[in-house]
């Protein structure tokens, strides 16, 4: 139960006697804790799981305030974000709190998993830094590009596993493989949904990651796709504005080259690599964690 | 010597192989090192005292950086600010990059160790929150003030001086005590270096605290010396862009009913107490370190 984490988080924060603080946490939406659910998964519901958890989904929501403030997100999860509601200057400091309270806990688990748990946050950061430069212009390095979403958001949940394998004994690199696998597929498949879901299901326009200057898997194989002529007009929309024809036109060319069929074979494979791993195991439960990321709506 | 830490901080960036993180971290103006120099007269300049001045000289370097996003500063110790030159994002970015690396050296160290030092950062990044609170409109909660000032300047030098006692084995609670006495007296010294010194001196237009929102303890002082009429004043300039007219009135005002005087007899008297702590067991390097902080220029 993912519960036992929203009340080890709430009082860990409570602990901290800051009623403001408190205040803000309790705005976060606390979200599917999908890190939680591979810990659990992997190593049972032991305390020393539930407390694992907590520190995680602690560094999970830190660097979801920070990437709102980067992002100028106004919306989190469907609810007002808190550098919306608050303003940047307290998400920061709550993220930095979350973060310090989180490596604080860690001081009291293994030197083993407190390594493996702050290296993914140094990961994660870095990871950030390079999709504010990756977002600055119009690129197509598809390399770059997949190194910052291992970094960014597949070294967490790497590390989750990882750290679930410790806890329960079992082989860490295996684990470790199949979180890095489900994490990149997870963003990658984010990354298709902002481009074939339409705006209502997402809770965000259309094509957002492009407007933002985010330029994901499909539009790089979209540019690779095009023509000269095509592909300046393609680079002319990056991170503007939309209208519905230059909206249409994208999905068009992406439809005629198939490119989002392209970039959810590459999803798919890696979901397929981590259930091989996972069946090799016998942990069917975690198999089936990977199979129904794959299978979110289209 | 500092140049070792400067050493080991740039060579704990480069272990990181990220040539964009590398590169925005060597445009931070390093400092005057005030916790490492309290680490090493306390416990010697051993392998053990620079990696563990590191960490906490990352850690400030961090705050450094978060701070200066929330200020929206344009420079940093004469330089311009990575927030200026890099933009917010850039600069939140790196000042998690710095945070996480040094959690993840603390993870080398004691678990005593690194406990004192995250929890130093809980309380800074409580101190910066409050900070954020405190500023938003006037107020003169003297109280509030002083715990914000503790949290936020004084805790990790609290820190260093208990951390420098721990690898000397030398006694925890009398170190901590000095450390702390320091930390909260320098940042009063700080306050009114805001109110007396010209902005050349300073590097920032005079009375910048008060033109931010910072209502330091001289400004309270101030306003507890004032009629009904002149409060009002007071407080109507308060967050403003003063004229020179205004500036002088809140000057004249101040020297009237010697607030700057009084502000200024209370950071000596900590700083007494600090001196007297160290006189008690021998630690007179300790002692010029505190009788050269109150004897700044004013």
Same mark, same amino acid.
């Given at each position: 139960?993912?519960?036992?984490?929203?009340?080890?988080?709430?009082?860990?924060? %409570?602990?901290?006697?800051?009623?403001? !603080?408190?205040?803000?946490?309790? #705005?976060?939406?606390?979200?599917?804790?999908?890190?939680?659910?591979?810990?659990?998964?992997?190593?049972?519901?032991?305390?020393?799981?539930?407390?694992?958890?907590?520190?995680?989904?602690?560094?999970?929501?830190?660097?979801?305030?920070?990437?709102? $403030?980067?992002?100028?997100?106004?919306?989190?999860?469907?609810?007002?974000?808190?550098?919306?509601?608050?303003?940047?200057?307290? !998400?920061?400091?709550?993220?930095?709190?979350? *973060?310090? #309270?989180?490596? &604080?806990?860690?001081?009291?688990?293994s030197p083993q998993i407190a390594k493996i748990i702050s290296n993914a946050v140094i990961l994660l950061s870095l990871g950030e830094l390079a999709d504010v430069e990756l977002s600055s212009k119009f690129h197509t390095n598809k390399e770059a590009y997949l190194k910052m979403l291992y970094?960014?958001?597949?070294?967490?949940?790497?590390?989750?596993?990882?750290?679930?394998?410790?806890?329960?004994?079992?082989?860490?690199?295996?684990?470790?493989? *199949?979180?890095?696998?489900?994490?990149?597929?997870?963003?990658?498949?984010?990354?298709?949904?902002?481009?074939?879901?339409?705006?209502?299901?997402?809770?965000?326009?259309?094509?957002?990651?492009?407007?933002?200057?985010?330029?994901?898997?499909?539009?790089? &194989?979209?540019?690779?796709?095009?023509?000269?002529?095509?592909?300046?007009?393609?680079?002319?929309?990056?991170?503007?504005?939309?209208?519905?024809?230059? !909206?249409?036109?994208? #999905?068009?060319?992406?439809? %005629?080259?198939? $490119?989002?069929?392209?970039?959810?074979?590459?999803?798919?494979?890696?979901?397929?690599?981590?259930?091989?791993?996972?069946?090799? $195991?016998?942990? %069917?439960?975690?198999?089936?964690?990977?199979?129904?990321?794959?299978?979110?709506?289209?």
């Open positions: 139960m993912t519960s036992a984490v929203d009340r080890k988080m709430e009082s860990y924060i %409570e602990e901290l006697g800051d009623s403001r !603080a408190l205040t803000l946490y309790r #705005k976060l939406p606390k979200g599917k804790k999908l890190r939680t659910k591979l810990i659990f998964k992997i190593a049972g519901e032991s305390q020393e799981a539930i407390d694992v958890a907590s520190t995680v989904e602690m560094i999970h929501l830190a660097s979801l305030l920070h990437d709102d $403030v980067i992002d100028g997100a106004t919306t989190r999860r469907g609810k007002i974000s808190v550098n919306a509601s608050d303003g940047d200057k307290s !998400a920061i400091m709550l993220g930095d709190i979350l *973060y310090s #309270k989180a490596f &604080y806990q860690l001081t009291d688990m970094q960014k958001t597949a070294s967490l949940m790497e590390a989750s596993a990882e750290v679930g394998a410790i806890l329960a004994r079992k082989d860490r690199e295996l684990f470790r493989e *199949y979180g890095k696998n489900l994490g990149i597929a997870f963003q990658m498949i984010d990354d298709i949904l902002d481009i074939t879901s339409d705006s209502k299901t997402l809770g965000k326009p259309a094509l957002h990651d492009f407007i933002e200057g985010k330029v994901t898997l499909p539009y790089i &194989y979209l540019y690779e796709s095009l023509d000269r002529e095509e592909r300046e007009y393609l680079k002319s929309l990056h991170k503007k504005r939309l209208s519905e024809d230059e !909206a249409l036109w994208i #999905k068009g060319k992406m439809r %005629e080259n198939r $490119v989002v069929e392209r970039a959810y074979a590459e999803a798919k494979a890696l979901v397929e690599e981590a259930i091989k791993l996972m069946d090799s $195991v016998g942990e %069917e439960g975690l198999s089936d964690i990977a199979r129904a990321m794959i299978e979110r709506e289209f």
